[in-house]
C-alpha cells in the first residue's frame, strides 16, 4: 500500500482536460514538501513531467500543469493527446521514522 | 546529455543477494546524489535508497535490514545490493539522478530499468 494515494485509472478523450490527484497525510504533502509528477510510458524509463508542485522542466509542454493545496496534490492534462496515455505517479517526502522518498501507488490515463 | 545504465544479473535466486550497478554517463557522480527505486509487476514505484559519493546514504525504512548502497566515483558508478530476496523483490530496479529543491528530493534522470527476476 502506497503512502500517497492515487485513483487507479482515469480517462478522457482527445483534447479534452483530465485531473490526477494525489493524496498524502501531515507528514508529507501536509509538510513542508513539494509534490513530482512523473510519466511512464510502456518501455521507457520514467520520464520528469513537474517538479516542486508546479514547475515543467524544460521540454515539458505547457498543457502539464501541477498544484498542492494542504495534504494533496493535483496534475492536470489539457488538450488530450494520444501519446499522454501512461501511467502517471506523484512522488514526494515522508518524515516519519528517519524521513524517505514515497510515491503514489500510479494512475493509468486512457485516451479514448 | 546524462545517461545511466543499469547492469546486472537478470535472474537470481531466491535467499540470494541481488546486485546491481548504475554506470553514470554525462554527469559526474560526485555532482549529486544518487538513487534506486524500483517497480514490481503491477504495482507503483517504490523508493530503495539513495546515496552521495562520500558516503551519506538513506535507506527506504522497509528495506533497510537488507540494503547496500555504494559508489565508486573512479568508475562514476553506483552499486546495489539486496540481501535475502524472495519473489516480492521481482521488480525492474531503475537507478535515477536525484536533486533537491530543499522542499525534498527528485528524479530528473533516470535509466531505462533492468529487470530483475527471483526465481529457483
Known amino acids: 500500500q502506497s503512502v500517497l494515494t492515487q485513483p487507479p485509472s482515469v480517462s478522457g478523450a482527445p483534447g479534452q482536460t483530465v485531473t490526477i490527484s494525489c493524496t498524502g497525510s501531515s507528514s508529507n504533502i501536509g509538510a513542508i514538501y513539494d509534490v513530482q509528477w512523473y510519466q511512464i510510458s510502456p518501455g521507457t524509463a520514467p520520464k520528469l513531467i513537474i517538479y516542486g508542485n508546479n514547475n515543467r522542466p524544460s521540454g515539458v509542454p505547457d498543457r502539464f500543469s501541477g498544484s498542492k493545496s494542504g495534504a494533496s496534490a493535483s496534475l492536470a492534462i489539457t488538450g488530450l493527446r494520444a501519446e499522454d496515455e501512461a501511467d502517471y505517479y506523484c512522488q514526494s517526502y515522508d518524515a516519519t521514522l528517519s524521513g524517505y522518498v514515497v510515491f503514489g501507488g500510479g494512475t493509468k490515463l486512457t485516451v479514448l | 546529455q546524462v545517461q545511466l545504465q543499469e547492469s546486472g544479473p537478470g535472474l537470481v535466486k531466491p535467499a540470494e543477494t541481488l546486485s546491481l550497478t548504475c554506470t553514470v554517463s554525462?554527469?559526474?557522480?560526485?555532482?549529486?546524489?544518487w538513487g534506486w527505486i524500483r517497480q514490481s509487476p503491477g504495482k507503483g514505484l517504490e523508493w530503495i535508497a539513495n546515496?552521495?559519493?562520500?558516503?551519506?546514504?538513506n535507506y527506504n525504512p522497509s528495506l533497510k535490514s537488507r540494503v547496500t548502497i555504494s559508489a565508486d566515483a573512479s568508475k562514476n558508478q553506483v552499486s546495489l545490493k539486496l540481501r535475502s530476496v524472495t519473489a516480492a523483490d521481482t521488480a525492474v530496479y531503475y537507478c535515477a539522478r536525484e536533486k533537491n529543491n530543499g522542499y525534498g528530493e527528485f528524479y530528473d534522470f533516470w535509466g531505462q530499468g533492468t529487470l530483475v527476476s527471483v526465481s529457483s
Open positions: 546515496i552521495y559519493y562520500s558516503g551519506t546514504t
Open positions: 554525462g554527469d559526474s557522480i560526485t555532482s549529486h546524489y
